[in-house]
């Protein structure tokens, strides 16, 4: 059975780095063609990629958020992390993770999703 | 970037009811186009795979089809349980875009 679980903070400071931490279980990002991507969706808006990492680690942004993102994975504990600097109001939004086959590259499991608040 | 447009934005359906979404790519995308499902307070939830693949599990009312430019989610018998907002997205080239959503109520 393959889980996806989102960690990390509820309310940050603007300026401040946001740390999420997607903690999955029924695969392994070890195995050819596994991949992992984050997602992000403002109240009552749309869908928004952010960013993907692939069993070989290779790492994809979003162009317009490439400079403030970074992702990295821990095969051994079986997580993915995404960071973000530079945390504006804007930024306020669920942020989920899910599973990506290379095959198709959709996201065939997501995560509950984590809720992020940019507020002083 | 491609832009995905979907429509309609919003449509009030009926119990039995056939519902067809569009989704039409800014270039041609092959059959690189997804078909996602959301209720409220829910994660989205994958129906269709390029294109016109159902996903493992997904009811068999829910179909897709399409390829190039223009997509299409078909519902047929609609259930009340279909209420949701449903989205398409194109994995044909980075960044990975979805469509703005189209919400069904019933």
């Known amino acids: 059975q393959v889980t996806l679980r989102e960690s990390g903070p509820a309310l940050v400071k603007p300026t401040q780095t946001l740390t999420l931490t997607c903690t999955f279980s029924?695969?392994?990002?070890?195995?050819?063609?596994?991949?992992v991507s984050w997602v992000r969706q403002p109240p009552g808006k749309a869908l928004e990629w952010l960013a993907l990492i692939d069993w070989d680690d290779d790492k994809y942004y979003r162009t317009s958020l490439k400079t403030r993102l970074t992702i990295s994975k821990d095969t051994s504990k079986n997580q993915v992390v995404l960071t973000m600097t530079n945390m504006d109001p804007v930024d306020t939004a669920t942020y989920y993770c899910a599973r990506t086959d290379s095959g198709t590259y959709a996201f065939d499991m997501w995560g509950q999703g984590t809720m992020v608040t940019v507020s002083s | 970037e491609i832009v995905l447009t979907q429509s309609p934005d919003f449509q009030s359906v009926t119990p039995k009811e056939r519902v067809t979404i569009t989704c039409r790519a800014s270039q041609s995308i092959g059959s690189n186009l997804h078909w996602y499902q959301q209720k409220p307070d829910q994660s989205p939830k994958l129906l269709i795979k390029y294109a016109s693949q159902s996903f493992s599990g997904v009811p068999s009312r829910f179909s897709g089809s399409g390829s190039g430019t223009d997509f299409t989610l078909t519902i047929n018998s609609l259930e009340a349980e279909d209420a949701a907002t449903y989205y398409c997205?194109?994995?044909?080239?980075?960044?990975?875009?979805f469509g703005q959503g189209t919400k069904l109520e019933i």
């Open positions: 029924g695969f392994s990002l070890s195995t050819s063609g596994m991949c």
């Open positions: 997205h194109q994995s044909s080239s980075l960044p990975y875009t």
